[in-house]
Nanobody
Framework: QAQLVESGGGLVQAGGSLRLSCASS????????MGWFRQAPGKEREFVAA????????FYADSVKGRFTISRDNAKTTVYLQMNSLKPEDTAVYYC?????????????????WGQGTQVTVSS
């Protein structure tokens, strides 16, 4: 069973950057596809980005494409989300998720493990 711990959230001005990290304690991290989701106040949680077990495939929500980059380091059992050109509408709690299948997915139910979330606030 994987335990996921996110870090790197905070307060940033519009146009700024943040890098989120998600560390996994699972020994099988390298076989999991990973994803990032977010939930803004009063809204449902939504898909942000996903990456395959090897990092060879990635997929992004249209709202973040070209601004966010997902990556992973299997040796460090960590997945990252580099967020550039941040907008106030990116404000949300960001969650890391893992699925026991190596290919990427975009739906919440397809993920097996979740982190506790990290707050990202973008001021205008």
């Amino acid at each position: 069973q994987a335990q996921l711990v996110e870090s790197g959230g905070g307060l940033v001005q519009a146009g700024g950057s943040l890098r989120l990290s998600c560390a996994s304690s699972g020994r099988t991290f390298g076989t999991y596809a990973m994803g990032w989701f977010r939930q803004a106040p009063g809204k449902e949680r939504e898909f942000v980005a996903a990456i395959s077990w090897s990092g060879g495939s990635t997929f992004y929500a249209d709202s973040v494409k070209g601004r966010f980059t997902i990556s992973r380091d299997n040796a460090k059992t960590t997945v990252y989300l580099q967020m550039n050109s941040l907008k106030p509408e990116d404000t949300a709690v960001y969650y890391c998720a893992a699925r026991r299948v190596p290919v990427i997915a975009t739906a919440e139910y397809q993920y097996d493990y979740w982190g506790q979330g990290t707050q990202v606030t973008v001021s205008s």
